[in-house]
């Protein structure tokens, strides 16, 4: 596969793995600083326009980053919009944390 697209599966994997040990009920400071990150990894993405999209993806959509299911569901819509955009099907988002916390193999 090409560099997008390793790139890009091992992204999504650290970051639904982020939302799985994300606190459950986190303390403003841990919030604000999760959506720093997102800002951040946004800017320092190695694929500039999938970092520019995401930049802009966060700006229409503000993180939801109350607790770990709200963000946990939040970056799995954020990774749909992606999947639309590339032609493959949307993942159903109740599941995203029997596919991320429990985990299952594919
Ligand atoms: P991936 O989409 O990488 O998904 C990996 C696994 O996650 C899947 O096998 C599935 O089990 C699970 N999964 C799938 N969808 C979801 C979901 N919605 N929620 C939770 N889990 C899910 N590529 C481009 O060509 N153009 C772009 O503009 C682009 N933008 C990107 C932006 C970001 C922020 C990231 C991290 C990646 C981006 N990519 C982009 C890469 C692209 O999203 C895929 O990672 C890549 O095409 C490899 O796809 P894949 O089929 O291996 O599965």
């Known amino acids: ?3 997008v697209e390793v790139l ?4 999504w994997t650290l970051l639904h793995s982020i939302a799985a040990k994300y606190p459950e ?4 400071k841990r919030q604000q600083d999760l ?30 980053v109350e607790t ?8 799995c819509e954020a990774h749909n919009e992606v999947n ?8 159903d988002c109740n599941l995203w944390k029997k596919r991320w916390k429990d ?3 594919e």
């Open 1 to 3: 596969p090409a560099d």
């Open 8 to 11: 890009g599966k091992s992204s």
């Open 25 to 28: 009920k986190p303390d403003t």
């Open 35 to 64: 959506k720093q990150f997102l800002t951040l990894f946004g800017s320092f993405y190695p694929c500039w326009f999938c970092g520019e999209d995401f930049e802009k993806y966060i700006k229409k959509h503000e993180p939801k």
């Open 68 to 75: 770990q299911d709200s963000f946990g569901k939040w970056l």
């Open 84 to 91: 639309v955009k590339l032609g493959k099907p949307k993942f």
């Open 103 to 105: 985990g299952w193999e």
